[in-house]
């Protein structure tokens, strides 16, 4: 029929679903009718009044200027946790995920290099010792020294300054 166009094709032209575009014609927000197939079918005319009826006040601004402003918002707002994250780095009150892996990794090679040489240090104390209380003790002694140095590790705030010089690419060995 002339002049009028299905619920499907009226839909998108609406913004709204092809069940909501049926509903309106029930509610009289479109003119429309069910033909004879049992099908809806929009008045263009009344397509065209509810969109003139429902266009947004025209002030000099767009769904894409308010859109811009809601992101140029949101990037202020992200360089401002940026900065501030960038800052508690520098103060030494944040440190990065990859310095914190490399100190700790660190700290473990050292303590395995301990332990790895136990043996090397033990031997020539334990030549010609037979007694297995006098060699349990010289192994327990070297062992606990070994875990005494590790419980005695600190915080050592140069060691991640450094790295972030290092990363930033302003490598500053004076720390």
């Known amino acids: 029929m002339e002049g009028y166009i299905t619920t499907e094709q ?10 909501t575009a049926r509903r ?4 009289g927000k479109l003119e429309g009718f069910k033909d004879e197939d049992g099908h809806y079918l929009v008045s263009i005319i009344s397509i065209s009044r509810y969109l003139a009826s429902n266009a947004p006040a025209d002030d000099g601004e767009t769904d894409w200027d308010e859109e811009r402003k809601k992101q140029d918002a949101l990037y202020k707002q992200l360089n401002v946790a940026l900065k501030r994250l960038e800052l508690d780095e520098r103060l030494g009150l944040l440190h990065r995920a990859e310095h914190v892996r490399d100190a700790t990794l660190d700290l473990i090679y050292a303590q395995r290099s301990a ?19 006098v060699i349990a003790a010289l192994i327990d002694d070297e062992v606990r020294a ?3 140095d590790l419980s005695r590790y600190e915080y050592d705030p140069a060691y991640y ?3 972030l010089a290092e990363d930033r690419g302003k490598v500053d060995f004076d720390d």
């Open 24 to 27: 309106y014609i029930k509610e």
């Open 115 to 133: 332990m790895a040489a136990l043996p090397g240090k033990l031997a020539p104390l334990l030549v010609g010792v037979t007694d297995e209380a």
């Open 10 to 19: 009226a839909a998108p032209l609406i913004g709204k679903s092809e069940r």
């Open 146 to 148: 070994i875990q005494d």
């Open 161 to 163: 300054r450094k790295r």
